[in-house]
């Protein structure tokens, strides 16, 4: 197994005495804290407080006002409107909301998500020319729009006026000639925090509308926490609250829609937390877009029976069992390619290509792959002549800047440092696996194919007690940029066991002569059990276990030394 090197944060004693002072809490915590960027106190307070007036009025976003009363005109001369989304869950919790809050106030209103495979990401032309035919003189993007030019421009001269609600990144300070366009990244936009999910940004255009009317906003939380936990947008500022106040609403298990899908994904009776939606309710609706009709996805979170709302939640679980099996069965055949194909000496960047593997579902098995072997991998479904790529990378290699070492050899790409698409040539496929390790090689040092482990902090076990434990936890909802934290401790005595649990699994107790603790490995990291006696240094997450009404420290194993 490769060696997993242990990257352990720099305290701030400084700070972190300051925090916990200020605000009463363990040096653990204060430290946690600073690790996420957070190191004066009014900052902290705020994190902690997690409050919804904490948010900034929307109206700060530039646009705001001319897209509000534009719609506003719209819904009173009742024009039609069309909500255009995306096939993701953000796109499609964005869809959703807005939809509800436009009928709420009286409108007419459509809803448009593209096909993945047939139409692809975006406003298209084909879209617009329908909507024309079906007299919608007003346009909504949501989680789309920012790089729809032409589009937009087609828009305009056809009179059908567009309002684009987007977060995307965008190119060279250039936004579309559209009616309003509300990004909190364009430039002249004075909104604070500029890392808001598509579904937040919908939220907040949902809050202008609502002002001075008897409905409230906030009764979308859920469908805003839902979109912006899948997006794996930062958890920090707004994103955080939204998402916090979203899983308390959806606890209250209110949506017919969402209470369906969390029945069959087994989650009855369960509190639904950052990692249930990651998991296990983002993946089923997901699968829609990618395999299936990102439509029923739509009725599902907008269904008002909860028969029908059961038929279409168990239409997903099917769909989403069927995206596992293509994934297993791509999965499969790739490693056997790996087998075949790839020299570790000489390939730094996996890169595979077959004419059996579907677009919709490539990114997730590239993802596995990048995981077990710790290589960029870029997998490329061919059609005919030509292919389409999507790839992902580890932490410290930047694959969007070896991609455009090699854009000649592609007909094009997009992405960011963590993930890629490409669409590619059938016959330069050889031509640029070889390319781009190249540029691997001259780009990357020895440890970026090392896998890393962060780790928050270095703690002598028995500094772990059920308050310092609860206290970490007001620090959920988890997720990128707040991850759930890391700790090690180090010459620990395997006390007793391991014992073996399920396939991959083992539980043993570890003390420090102070304290014992259970530490378990669920299986999904390749650990080897150490024997009884040992010493060793662990890296684990630590949570509470309750069993039988008793409560006791337990330890999630991330890796053993």
Not at 375 to 397: A, N, Q, Y
Not at 519 to 535: D, H, M, Q, Y
């Amino acid at each position: 197994m490769m060696r997993t090197i242990w990257n352990v944060r720099k305290e701030k004693s400084d700070t972190r005495k300051t925090l916990s002072s200020a605000l009463k809490i363990s040096e653990i915590t204060a430290q946690l804290l600073s690790n996420r960027g957070i190191n004066d106190v009014k900052e902290a307070s705020e994190f902690l407080a997690c409050s919804l007036s904490s948010c900034h009025d929307p109206f700060l976003m530039k646009d705001m006002d001319k897209a509000v009363s534009r719609t506003r005109k719209a819904i009173g001369s009742g024009e039609k409107i069309l909500v255009y989304g995306d096939y993701d869950v953000d796109g499609m919790t964005s869809v959703a909301m807005l939809k509800q809050a436009l009928l709420n106030l009286g409108a007419a209103v459509e809803t448009y998500i593209p096909n993945r495979l047939e139409e692809g990401y975006g406003l298209n032309t084909n879209a617009i020319k329908k909507a024309l035919k079906d007299g919608v003189s007003l346009i909504i993007t949501v989680d789309c729009g920012i790089s729809s030019f032409r589009e937009i421009e087609y828009a305009n001269a056809v009179k059908i006026d567009v309002i684009i609600t987007d977060h995307h990144e965008i190119l060279n300070s250039q936004v579309p000639q559209a009616y309003a366009v509300i990004n909190p990244l364009q430039e002249g936009c004075l909104y604070p925090f500029k890392h808001l999910a598509g579904v937040g940004i919908a939220y907040k255009f949902v809050k202008a509308l609502y002002t001075g009317t008897s409905f409230f906003a906030e009764d979308f939380l859920d469908l805003v926490s839902l979109g912006t936990i899948a997006d794996i947008v930062p958890l920090k500022g707004e994103n955080r609250i939204l998402a916090k106040h979203g899983l308390y609403e959806m606890n209250k298990r209110n949506r017919i829609g969402l209470n369906a899908l969390t029945e069959v994904a087994g989650l009855n009776g369960k509190d639904i937390s950052s990692g249930h939606i990651g998991f296990m309710l983002g993946p089923r609706i997901n699968a829609m877009g990618r395999v299936g009709s990102p439509q029923k996805a739509l009725d599902l979170l907008l269904a008002n029976d909860d028969d029908e709302a059961m038929k279409l939640a168990k239409m997903l679980d099917t769909e989403n069992r069927n995206r596992q099996k293509i994934e297993s069965r791509i999965l499969e055949e790739a490693l056997s390619k790996i087998e075949r194909e790839v020299n570790f000496k000489h390939h730094k960047v996996i890169v595979l290509g077959s004419e059996n593997w579907h677009a919709g579902v490539i990114g997730i098995v590239a993802s596995r792959i990048a995981d077990r072997f710790y290589r960029p991998t870029i997998l490329i479904s061919l059609d005919g002549k030509h292919g389409k790529g999507s790839g992902r990378s580890v932490e410290k290699f930047n694959l969007f800047d070896v991609l455009h070492q090699c854009k000649d050899t592609l007909l094009g790409f997009g992405g960011h440092e963590a993930a890629c698409g490409l669409t590619i040539e059938k016959d330069r496929l050889d031509e640029f696996r070889e390319k781009i390790n190249i540029a691997a090689d001259s780009y990357a040092y020895d440890d970026a194919f090392c896998p890393q482990l962060e780790i928050d902090m270095e703690i002598p076990l028995n500094e772990l007690n059920e308050d310092v434990i609860n206290e970490i936890e007001s620090l959920a909802p988890f997720g990128e940029e707040n991850p759930r934290p890391v700790f090690s401790s180090r010459n620990l005595i395997v006390k007793d066991g391991p014992r073996q649990i399920g396939k991959k699994g083992f539980k043993m107790w570890v003390t420090d002569n102070n304290i014992t603790c259970e530490a378990v490995n669920f299986g999904r990291n390749e650990l080897t059990a150490p024997k009884i006696g040992s010493g060793i240094d662990l890296a684990y997450v630590p949570s509470i276990n309750e069993w039988q009404g008793l409560q006791s420290i337990q330890l999630e194993l991330k890796d053993i030394k």
